[in-house]
């Protein structure tokens, strides 16, 4: 392994859980001797999409970690006589509807609310609406006609492989046109207080090799031997990169719990080679 002079590096491996599903990142961290270098800014373009994938991975850690199948997602909107001017307004219509919606649940004896909601405007007309994600356990129907400001459609979560990565995505998705936009001082979704954040355990340094994560990156080792590394859960995707730059190796694996695969880091003994 290349190594920096006057300093090392090691591999950094940090584990998200969330709900039932546990995102794997490796990253190496460079120790360098003597005086620290100046950190380089990224450019704004790169910036952007490392701003966008944060946004993406916290909604979706909060979302995967709190909400289940039985819980729902519903579209708000507003017809013309409850359309609100502006954005205070659309946030004053959906904290009421979330108050009629606790009161609802404490008559039904039901747990304390959940909820995540984004505000967005339409990309044609600009119009507002809402999505919002909460907590089972009430009529659909019931929630629709609580709405009262306009047209309401409720579904159930569906979760896919990498739980609601996807939902995530577009929640929180730059607007694309001008009608889409908001002040850029408007924090556009909002949660409940009572939500529980991801599990992140104490990071390992070294677990996972550079050499390990390179064999990884050309394909050399199998989903199936990765699996034995995070016993409980089955591989979904594998993001590895090789930077040109620092010629660090990176590497994300998103997984999703099983009953199923055991064992331990001996999987790699077979491709491991001396760095």
């Known amino acids: 392994m290349r190594k920096r002079k006057g300093g090392r590096t090691i591999q950094r491996e940090r584990r998200i859980y969330h709900g039932n599903y546990l995102d794997v990142h490796v990253f190496p961290v460079f120790r360098q001797a003597g005086k620290r270098k100046k950190r380089q800014r990224a450019s704004s373009d790169i910036q952007k999409k490392l701003n966008q994938k944060y946004r993406e991975n916290r909604l979706t850690y909060l979302i995967n970690q709190n909400f289940t199948h039985d819980d729902l997602e519903n579209g708000l909107g507003f017809d013309d006589e409850h359309l609100p001017d502006t954005y205070e307004g659309v946030q004053r219509a959906v904290r009421n509807y979330i108050r009629r919606i606790k009161r609802h649940r404490k008559k039904l004896g039901l747990p304390e609310l959940k909820y995540i909601y984004v ?56 607007p694309e046109t001008e009608l889409e936009a908001i002040e850029k001082k408007v924090r556009r979704w909002a949660a409940s207080k009572n939500l529980s954040p991801p599990k992140i355990p104490k990071d390992r340094d070294g677990f996972i090799s550079k050499q390990t994560t390179k064999d990884i990156r050309e394909g050399n080792v199998t989903e199936r031997e990765i ?18 730059i620092n010629a660090g190796e990176y590497l994300t694996i998103r997984l999703r719990r099983t009953e199923t695969s055991r064992t331990t880091k001996e999987v790699f003994k077979s491709v491991k080679r001396k760095e």
């Open 119 to 174: 505000i967005e405007r339409g990309k044609t007309n600009g119009r507002w609406h809402v999505h919002m994600i909460l907590s089972g356990g009430v009529d659909r129907d019931t929630l629709e006609k609580m709405w009262g400001q306009g047209y309401a459609h409720t579904y159930r979560l569906d979760f896919d492989d990498e739980g609601l990565k996807g939902l995530a995505r577009y929640k929180v998705k730059e």
């Open 227 to 244: 699996e034995r590394l995070y016993p409980g859960y089955t591989v979904t995707t594998i993001e590895p990169l090789f930077n040109n």
